[in-house]
């Protein structure tokens, strides 16, 4: 079946068979192979986007139900500008190791900050609560968070 | 695959600078390219099928449908693989594709390629497969007295103890003083460790790409490429330079990459289809797709003077080593050298055994053996504190082991190991306060629930030594090679096939050659065996100081040349550390200078909340100091610890493969946990630096002994918090509500 949907701003057709996640279309046929699959069962984060700016694990999202709607991936955080400040800040403080989990954390952060823009470390904890890292402990990535927070 | 180049705007960093990371940037914008993100013109998809059963006889194999479904290109079996049909690590003891039997859950029996994923699925389940089920060897301490699971006993006769029992992988005995030695009191205890999985976030993948000439080349996430190409290259019946390896993005690998996946499978169905072909393992498959942490059960007793001195230490490792030998023989050893920790002790008697079993095969993980001992030994510890009324950590200082004193092994300590100068600076680290009742839940242990106000929450406060060896042992001639290109714009191109697998070697290498070579302008070109010699394996805590050495020595040699010759350059060196030599077969004594290269030594100080009315755990507070020799990146080298001190707080809380008669019930996220940001406190790091005469920059390796340490540490403070003996880990809610 034909989708058409908006992915980082740009309007994109797909042609995915029915039970197809977003994720799958996202990597293997619009050829953004940023969001990761390391789970496909919703539990690690690897794949998280924003579907209409909610953050989702496009793994347990049907690519058919992204048709008409509009998504943004890791790759649709930079600008001309340069690196997004949550990018800028994973990247400072050393919160990327083998950096699998680093899109969905990166893209589950800028979600984060828009809707809280100074989180506490409870907040942090429990909002990133959904995104597993295996090689970093998380301190790295909890001073990332609030580096990007005191860039506001 | 282009050279990478280092990001101009960011710190560059020579040695011991807090340099970020080179890879950073195209990791946070999505486009660094993992072994799983690859493609090729005229891709196919490789599966693999895989046995339903622990053991069983293969009857029949009926390929017949699968071959006729649309797309299908391949679908191989046993009789396929053109050369030798068995590989492994260190012994050839693994089918590429099982034979007349399987011998684990999981196994691989057939390969099939098929233009789309999804068709490619569907032809591996229309492989026919006919198993006469086998009785399952899955009780480790029965094993010795079952069937043998590998008659033809692979790894005997390779120097190692005699032992005619069956199903034996290895038997080590480390005989020191005298066994029979008497102390005044005697503490004793059998210690339990399940089996923990490295859980690497990308999983298994590759691409292999034909050559046209016979050839092939393989793109894939692993530790040692050349070593990976030494066992591809016999089993397709190729010469190893016709095989290339090529580190594709690695997406973890804390062990787990050591041993082959995918790269003889995807080879096999490329060079059969002269196509492309790309193998990606899903998580379920991940479980069944590499080695695990082996299992333990130990034994111990200690006995001390009633000062507190350590006289006799007894300890009896079993560990299950799985289906295929893997690394075990080497897990064994590890797991009974550094059995004691980091104590003296003028008698010893260190008794370790790997057997075969039908349970998932296991190897190398971070901490190869001494995670397990330490869990054991540590907890002995406090019991003896406990029995002799002395201060865990007063206990641990009056019997630390220091430069001079000698191994059980009879190896004399002669580089640097601050034994006493880590306790002191781990003990000395500030605890929190206690936090008042009642709170907001997310501060609870278990986290977001609203069962309970905190009335059953107990708070205890731990400690823990970790010790473990630095580089490989035993003998094994490791070496790591460097090649060094100097331009004659005065720009430098290092090459080396040391595997980057997150731990931040590739930076490592960079801030050698900019240090050395006195330049920001070096580049590293990419991973493969076809343009360097083998860099040895990223395993064993030995890559950052093999591959500084190796890179310090090209780099020099580099300068020189063009000292001599002027214009361009190219250079390669070998670095080799100091030699060690086996252990004595009988007596586990060493037959030279030493068995081991080097040893390093961590302390953990942990704040625990247990609510015994539940049975969970917070974690609240967890400081640490290691000994890390030099640190060449000290961001880098935190970003070690906290992430190693998550994996051991993983095995004492939660994570725990869980089999049936041989056969994982747990293969997914879902069921096997892992350490999420609700469940890692924060951590307060002290380094100890004390530079290792015999490392290059005075560096030592430093991934490992945070994972041996903070298991062991964890539960020291939820015995304290419970008063349980806690014998058994991942510790599970039964065992901690009173």
């Known amino acids: 079946m034909k989708i058409r949907l908006t992915v980082n701003g740009e309007s994109r057709e797909a042609d995915v068979w029915a039970g197809e996640s977003l994720l799958t279309a996202l990597r293997d046929t619009l050829e953004l192979p940023g969001s990761k699959n390391a789970c496909e069962q919703g539990e690690c984060g690897s794949c998280s986007v924003l579907l209409d700016g909610d953050l989702v694990c496009s793994c347990l999202v049907l690519a058919a139900q992204a048709d008409g709607h509009e998504v943004t991936t890791v790759e649709g955080l930079r600008s001309e500008d340069g690196l997004h400040r949550v990018q800028q800040a994973f990247v400072e403080a050393g919160a990327v190791q083998c950096g699998f989990c680093t899109p969905g954390l990166v893209v589950a952060t800028a979600a984060l900050l828009e809707r809280v823009p100074s989180p506490s470390d409870d907040v942090i904890r429990e909002e990133l609560s959904g995104n597993l890292c295996r090689c970093t402990g998380y301190a790295k990535i909890f001073d990332a968070v609030r580096l990007a927070a005191s860039r506001a | ?738």
């Open chain 2, 1 to 738: 695959m282009s050279t990478t180049r280092p990001q101009t705007e960011l710190q560059l960093g020579r040695v011991g600078d807090p340099a970020t990371r080179h890879d950073a940037t195209p990791k946070v914008t999505g486009e660094f390219a993992y072994s799983s993100d690859l493609n090729a013109a005229g891709m196919l998809w490789g599966v693999t099928v895989r046995s339903p059963h622990a053991h069983a006889k293969i009857v029949e194999l009926d390929i017949s449908q699968a071959v006729r479904l649309p797309g299908v290109h391949a679908v191989l079996t046993h009789g396929d693989v053109p050369g030798q049909k068995t590989y492994g690590l260190e012994f050839a003891d693994q089918p590429v594709l099982a034979a007349e039997r399987v011998r684990y859950y999981g196994e691989p029996v057939a390969l099939v390629a098929a233009e789309e994923p999804e068709q490619a699925r569907r032809a591996a389940a229309a492989v026919r497969v006919e198993y006469e089920l086998l009785e399952p060897v899955v009780d480790m301490e029965r094993a010795t007295e079952q069937p043998p699971l590998h008659p033809d006993r692979p790894t005997m006769a390779h120097g190692y103890r005699e032992d005619d029992r069956p199903n034996v992988v290895r038997h080590l005995v480390i005989r020191h003083g005298d066994p029979d030695a008497d102390g005044d009191v005697t503490v004793s205890g059998v210690y339990d460790v399940g089996i923990q999985d490295q859980a690497f976030l990308g999983p298994e993948s590759g691409l292999a790409v034909p050559d046209g000439e016979g050839g092939v080349d393989i793109y894939v996430a692993t530790q040692w490429l050349h070593v990976d190409r030494d066992q591809v290259a016999p089993c397709l019946g190729l010469p190893p330079e016709q095989v290339r390896i090529h580190l594709a993005g690695v997406g973890g690998a804390f062990g787990g990459r050591e041993d082959l996946s995918m790269q003889i499978h995807g080879a096999l169905l490329a060079l059969h289809t002269k196509r492309p072909v790309k193998i990606v393992y899903n998580r379920e498959e991940s479980f069944f797709g590499h080695v695990h942490r082996h299992p333990a059960r130990i034994w111990c007793e200690h006995r001390a003077t009633r000062a507190g001195e350590l006289v006799n230490v007894q300890m009896r490792i079993l560990l299950d080593g799985g289906a295929y030998a893997s690394s075990s023989t080497a897990v064994t050893s590890n797991a009974a050298c550094f059995a004691i920790g980091p104590y003296k002790v003028a008698n010893a008697l260190i008794e370790s055994t790997c057997v075969y079993t039908n349970n998932p095969p296991c190897g190398a993980m971070r901490g190869f053996g001494a995670v397990q001992t330490c869990f054991a030994t540590e907890a002995q510890m406090d019991l003896l504190a406990t029995e002799l009324g002395i201060d865990p950590v007063e206990l641990r200082l009056l019997n630390a082991l220091e430069p001079g004193d000698a191994l059980p092994t009879g190896q004399v300590v002669r580089g640097s190991l601050p034994t006493r100068e880590v306790i002191r600076r781990a003990a000395a680290l500030p605890l929190p306060d206690e936090e008042p009742l009642p709170r907001d839940p997310l501060r609870l242990p278990g986290g977001a629930g609203n069962t309970t106000t905190g009335e059953g929450v107990r708070r205890g406060v731990g400690f823990a030594l970790g010790f473990k060896n630095i580089c490989y042992s035993e003998g094994f001639d490791d070496f790591c090679t460097a090649r060094v290109q100097l331009g004659a714009d005065g720009s430098a191109v290092v090459h080396s096939a040391a595997a980057e697998v997150g731990q931040g070697v590739a930076g490592v290498i960079l801030q050698v050659a900019r240090t050395e070579l006195g330049t920001d302008d070096v580049a590293l070109a990419p991973h493969t065996t076809a343009a360097v010699g083998s860099a040895g394996s990223a395993s064993a805590s030995r890559m950052t100081w093999m591959a500084a050495g190796a890179v310090r020595d090209a780099c020099r040699a580099a300068l020189e040349e063009r000292e001599r010759s002027g214009g361009e350059v190219d250079v390669e060196r070998v670095y080799r550390h100091p030699r060690t030599t086996p252990l004595d077969a009988e007596t586990g004594q060493i037959t030279g200078e030493r068995a081991h290269v080097a040893l390093a030594v961590a302390a953990m100080r942990v704040v625990v909340e247990v609510d015994v009315e539940l049975g969970l755990t917070r974690v609240v507070w967890i400081g640490t100091a290691q000994d890390v020799g030099k640190a060449l990146n000290p961001l880098a080298v935190e970003g070690q610890i906290e992430g190693g001190t998550a994996q051991g707080l993983g095995l004492a809380l939660m994570e725990e493969i869980v089999t049936r008669d041989g056969e994982i019930l747990n293969a997914s996220f879902t069921d096997y946990l892992l350490p999420t940001t609700l469940d890692m406190p924060p951590v307060d790091i002290a380094l100890v630096e004390v530079p290792e005469p015999d490392a290059p920059y005075g560096v030592k390796g430093v991934g490992e002994p945070p994972t041996v340490v903070s298991t062991a540490a964890i539960l020291s403070a939820m015995r304290t918090a419970t008063g349980r003996p806690l014998t058994r880990v991942p510790v599970r809610p039964d065992d901690i509500c009173l």
